[in-house]
T-cell receptor, first 114, second 119 residues
Framework: KQEVTQIPAALSVPEGENLVLNCSFTDSAIYNLQWFRQDPGKGLTSLLLIQSSQREQTSGRLNASLDKSSGRSTLYIAASQPGDSATYLCAVGGSGGGADGLTFGKGTHLIIQP | DVKVTQSSRYLVKRTGEKVFLECVQDMDHENMFWYRQDPGLGLRLIYFSYDVKMKEKGDIPEGYSVSREKKERFSLILESASTNQTSMYLC??????????????????FGPGTRLTVL
């Protein structure tokens, strides 16, 4: 059964720093990998989706990479801002063509200090 | 700009009641999903549907059922609510193939969640 682990569980950094969030998964037979942001008490906002054939995706100050063979993904946040404070979730789609739901990590709780 | 909506943000029910959670998406997506989120356990898949009237069990289907009579609507039903079903419930949708009007194919979009408390 697929397991997704996110390290660190929590992170607090000063504003302006570049940071890396890590995600690992046990079964490399994934269809895609998606990074989300969740604000307290709210739903999930999709940040980046990487298909299994891709190595990375970029959106603004965010860059996500995928190494399927080693079962790892990283989310890089450049020039962090207080508004980036949230919980970041990594999720993988199984080999069922993406129609069979995502397996989530438990998230990294990020605090950006002004 | 609303894409996935859920019928209630907060809901309080009593043990034994039948509870309906409704989810509607306006992106014409074929796939829809129900998850629950609990502290320390993360998000877990309850049920999903890849077509109207089709449903598949996820990782934790016990105590739940679903209904999908129309493409845009996916309902989660708690036949007899119990206190251990107190949780945050999140609905999502995705488009499985080809070009998606919203996002990339298989990108999941989530609703705002329903926080259910069963007393």
């Amino acid at each position: 059964k697929q397991e997704v682990t996110q390290i660190p569980a929590a992170l607090s950094v000063p504003e302006g720093e570049n940071l890396v969030l890590n995600c690992s998964f046990t079964d490399s037979a994934i269809y895609n990998l998606q990074w989300f942001r969740q604000d307290p008490g709210k739903g999930l906002t999709s940040l980046l989706l990487i298909q299994s054939s891709q190595r990375e995706q970029t959106s603004g100050r965010l860059n996500a990479s995928l190494d399927k063979s080693s079962g790892r993904s990283t989310l890089y946040i450049a020039a962090s801002q207080p508004g980036d404070s949230a919980t970041y979730l990594c999720a993988v789609g199984g080999s069922g063509g993406g129609a069979d739901g995502l397996t989530f990590g438990k998230g990294t709780h990020l605090i950006i200090q002004p | 700009d609303v894409k996935v909506t859920q019928s209630s943000r907060y809901l309080v029910k009593r043990t034994g009641e039948k509870v309906f959670l409704e989810c509607v998406q306006d992106m014409d997506h074929e796939n829809m999903f129900w998850y629950r989120q609990d502290p320390g356990l993360g998000l877990r898949l309850i049920y999903f549907s890849y077509d109207v009237k089709m449903k598949e069990k996820g990782d934790i289907p016990e105590g739940y059922s679903v209904s999908r009579e129309k493409k845009e609507r996916f309902s989660l039903i708690l036949e007899s609510a119990s206190t251990n079903q107190t949780s945050m419930y999140l609905c999502a949708s995705s488009q499985p193939t080809g070009l998606a009007a919203w996002g990339s194919y298989n990108e999941q979009f989530f609703g705002p969640g329903t926080r259910l408390t069963v007393l």
